[in-house]
Structures are given as C-alpha cells and as structure tokens.
C-alpha cells in the first residue's frame, strides 16, 4: 500500500506560522485529505478536512495543489498550546477497492517561547 | 456527549491470555475502525467496519478479530496475547467512509508480557 510521508519533527516559536507538508503520491480520486492534532495520552482530533486547491476554518488552512499528490497544512500564529504530533489521513484503496484509511507517521511539532 | 468511549483505558495481559477491548460510539456513525500505535509508527488500522454485520481487514489484522453486530459497538478481540501486541489502541467512527472526519475515542494502554 501506498504510504503518506510527512516530516518526522519541526519547532517553530511562539507567533510564527507553521506550514507543514504530507505527500501522497498514490490518493485515490474520490479521496479527502484529512489532518488530525494528536496530544499526549489523547485520541487525534480532526483539524481540517480538502479535497482540492485551499480549505480555511478558525484554527488553519489547507492548501491542496492541482495533482493532489500533497497538501500543506498551515497553522498561522502558533502558541505552546499548538504543540503536538500532526497527522495527514489519505484513504488508499486497497486491490479490490477496500477503503483502507493512511495514516502518515505524524509531524511532531514542538513550539518554543 | 459520549462520542466514542473506550473500556479498559489500561490493560496487561500475559503472553497467551485473551482480551476483548470494548469500543462503543452514541453517534449512529456507520463506519467503525480500530488503530494501533506505536512509537515512531504513527496509526496503523487493524480492522474496520462500513455497518452492522460488516467488517475488514486492515493493514495489520493479524492476532485479532472484530465482529459489529449493533452500530453502536465494535469490540476487538485478541485470542492469544503476544508481546508484540503492547501498543496503545485506538476507535474511530466516523459517518461515512473516505470523506468525513473520524471521531477518535482517548485509547487502551495495552502491555503484554
């Protein structure tokens, strides 16, 4: 199965934008491309959820390019509150055509004062 | 405003013991799935269900089984406790497979020794 690949690690300071990337070379055309927050001891929660070109809600903004093989997550004006692990979801269709939703590895992104 | 709840939230079991993780969501969702997690790994689906009576194998099934015979509920089985079955495990339920957000329970701290 095709796999999503983000970043393992970033850090980022109090008030600066965060941007984010997750490839996903093999997503299937009726696919969203979903992100999740994940704290310690929690369940991930969803952030954001595209389908093309750019997404934007209260806590971020998804920006999806025309070949939808990667998308970008933007976090603007980060707080230490925004430290945790980022997750992009592609759903990959597995032979037969079963929904196997993918994880990536997650992004830890740690913000400092 | 249940969402998804997970029994036990800790668990150790002995190599060959048997467990049931408990999974059940006060949503009507029809899509259930199980993740596991484990360091460096990101979340890795088991097994998941479109709907009562339905279920799939995920992208690592071995060591368990599932069964949905109510919306509501989608416990996990393992029949014979390994060591490498120590992970934390994860619910989620969602409306709709592929494109609506899946709801994460808060997990189950499994260790098998």
């Known amino acids: 199965l095709a796999k999503t690949t983000q970043p393992i690690s970033m850090d980022s300071y109090e008030g600066q934008e965060v941007n984010i990337t997750c490839s996903h070379n093999?997503?299937?055309?009726?696919?969203?491309i979903t992100w999740y927050q994940q704290f310690p001891s929690q369940g991930p929660r969803f952030i954001i959820q595209?389908?093309?070109t750019k997404v934007t809600n209260e806590v971020a903004s998804l920006f999806i390019p025309a070949d939808r093989k990667s998308s970008t997550l933007s976090l603007p004006r980060v707080s230490l509150s925004d430290t945790a692990v980022y997750y992009c979801?592609?759903?990959?269709?597995?032979?037969?055509?079963?929904?196997?939703?993918?994880f990536g590895r997650g992004t830890s992104l740690i913000v400092h004062p | 405003n249940a969402g998804v709840t997970q029994t036990p939230k800790f668990q150790v079991l002995k190599t060959g013991q048997s467990m049931t993780l408990q999974c059940a969501q006060d949503m009507n969702h029809e899509y259930m799935s199980w993740y596991r997690q484990d360091p460096g790994m990101g979340l890795r689906l088991i097994h998941y269900s479109v709907g009562a009576g339905i279920t799939d194998q995920g992208e690592v099934p071995n060591g368990y089984n599932v069964s949905r015979s109510t919306t509501e509920d989608f416990p996990l089985r393992l029949l014979s406790a390994a060591p490498s079955q120590t992970s934390v495990y994860f619910c989620a339920s969602s409306s709709r497979q592929g494109g609506s957000p899946l709801h994460f329970g808060n997990g189950t701290r499994l260790t098998v020794t």
């Open positions: 595209g389908y093309k």
């Open positions: 093999n997503i299937a055309t009726n696919d969203y």
């Open positions: 979801l592609v759903g990959i269709s597995a032979t037969g055509g079963s929904y196997i939703p993918t």
